[in-house]
């Protein structure tokens, strides 16, 4: 299993352009995330989905959309960037069966984006 | 919503010590709490729970007291050793989402 992976890795992108980050998970979860590290923020929860074909706001959604068409994959998108959306970005998914205690997230290894 | 706090935002400990890592937290109704471990460049782990029903859980070197009247937890680290050194996030499950604190960066000193 590759757990959760998230394309790409890095990314330098000007004011205004467009990207799409995507995350894939292959262990069935339900649950996906989408969270942003600042600095002195900790992790802020951007989006998250409960299962294929919903999504949720959550702390910082401003800027951002997203979708989850397949189960395995939730994409973030940034329609038009800034200088504020420089940040590293983890993708995470949980199960949502079981006993709570097996409830953890498992965390991609994250995309780092510049914004010029 | 739920606001989760660390106010510490770095510890250095000496080799071989307690580290002592604080979270607190507003709002009594949820039911599960966690810390996350993050090393530099790399994803967020899992590393310990706590359920409100209990007031202590512990796995190995690593225990997470909870003080349900203080909304105060904590994660101790006994004995702490270099390869511990990270960012320590504690966090609380909300009806699905997981909102984190601020974070905590242990150094650990041979």
């Known amino acids: 299993n590759a757990g959760v992976t998230q394309t790409p890795k890095f990314r330098v992108l000007k004011t205004g352009q467009s990207m799409t980050l995507l995350c894939a998970q292959d262990?069935?979860?339900?649950?996906m995330y989408w969270y942003r590290q600042d600095p002195g923020m900790g992790l802020r929860l951007i989006h998250y989905s409960v299962g294929e074909g919903t999504t949720a706001k959550g702390e910082v959604p401003d800027g951002y959309n997203v979708s989850r068409l397949k189960k395995q994959n939730f994409l973030l998108g940034l329609e038009s960037a800034a200088p504020s959306q420089t940040s590293v970005y983890f993708c995470a998914s949980r199960p949502s069966w079981g006993l709570a205690s097996m409830q953890t997230q498992y965390f991609g290894p994250g995309t780092r984006l510049l914004v010029l | 919503d739920q606001q989760v706090k660390q106010n510490s935002p770095s510890l250095s400990v000496q080799e071989g010590r307690i580290s002592i890592l604080n979270c607190d937290y507003t709002n009594s109704m949820f039911d599960y709490f966690l810390w996350y471990k993050k090393y530099p460049a790399e994803g967020p782990t899992f590393l310990i729970s706590?359920?409100?029903?209990?007031d202590k859980n512990e796995d190995g070197r690593f225990t997470v007291f909870l003080n349900k009247s203080a909304k105060h937890l904590s994660l101790h680290i006994v004995p702490s050793q270099p390869g511990d050194s990270a960012v320590y996030f504690c966090g609380n499950n909300q009806g699905g989402k997981l909102i984190f604190g601020q974070g905590t960066e242990l150094s650990v000193k041979p």
């Open positions: 262990m069935n979860h339900e649950y």
């Open positions: 706590i359920s409100s029903i209990k």
